[in-house]
């Protein structure tokens, strides 16, 4: 997680190595829960995953002057899963982190009409938040690629256009995603994703205020991340 904030959470932690503009906290990310919006579900809540686009993403996005930050995104991955797969992890987290006995990976199973909503939420600017990413259907997914989930179809799509990637471009030596050139990887990817479709929302963390706001509604920092964090 890379974290740009007043103050720190009181279980993260730094790392010993890299380029300082990363986080992590002392317990596993699939136990944090944290706010997010969709367009297709709204508000809701997510897993705080660790994702490597969250460290590399602010890396990219960061502005520094003679040596000195001046500015860095704070960036953070939420999944929120089927309601199966959220039953299994409260049960993974119950047994103290131990598998199950018996396990399986769904596929056949996943009903008709179920949608994946995949995509960047950025938050804090003059339009509030704007989702832009890719809704993809179960059955969308299947009529492309039989025997899939629009979730493993989301993940291939970019598998697929990152080898075609390097094919094409063999001397480029090893890249982090953000310096392939998005326009031509998202051309190849775009059969397999479904609507790509970018959204405004008024959404804010801090809307229904519960115990969970921690301050003041008119003086709390609403974009902070603790206003996200749940558990």
């Known amino acids: 997680m890379a974290l740009t904030r ?7 932690k730094r790392h010993l190595f890299g380029s300082g503009n990363a986080i992590y906290l002392d317990r ?20 705080l995953i660790t994702h490597h686009e969250t460290v590399s993403t602010a890396d990219f996005l960061t502005v520094k002057k003679a040596g000195k930050l001046i500015y860095r995104p704070t960036v953070h991955y939420a999944y929120h899963p089927c309601d199966d797969a959220l039953l299994s992890i409260n049960e993974l987290i119950g047994q103290g982190w131990q598998p199950q006995n018996k396990q399986r990976i769904m596929c056949e199973e996943v009903a008709r ?17 704007y989702w832009y990413g890719s809704l993809l ?28 990637w390097a094919i094409r471009h063999p001397d ?7 310096q392939m050139d998005h326009e031509e990887v998202l051309q190849l990817a775009r059969p397999y994703l479904g609507t790509l479709t970018g959204i405004q929302t ?4 801090t809307d229904h205020p519960t115990h969970l706001l921690r ?11 603790d206003q996200f964090r749940i558990a």
């Open 6 to 12: 007043k103050t720190w959470p009181v279980d993260a």
């Open 28 to 47: 596993p990310g699939a136990s944090v829960q944290v706010k997010t919006w969709t367009p297709e579900g709204g508000a809701c809540l997510g897993l």
């Open 113 to 129: 009409g179920g949608v994946d909503a995949l995509g960047v939420l950025l938050m804090g600017h003059a339009q509030n938040a």
């Open 137 to 164: 259907s179960v059955d969308e997914a299947r009529a492309v690629a039989p025997f899939n989930t629009a979730t493993s179809l989301q993940v291939v799509a970019g598998v697929l256009a990152g080898i075609i």
């Open 172 to 178: 480029e030596g090893i890249v982090e995603a953000e």
């Open 202 to 205: 008024d959404w804010r963390p």
């Open 215 to 225: 301050g003041e509604p008119e003086a709390v920092d609403q974009w902070q991340f």
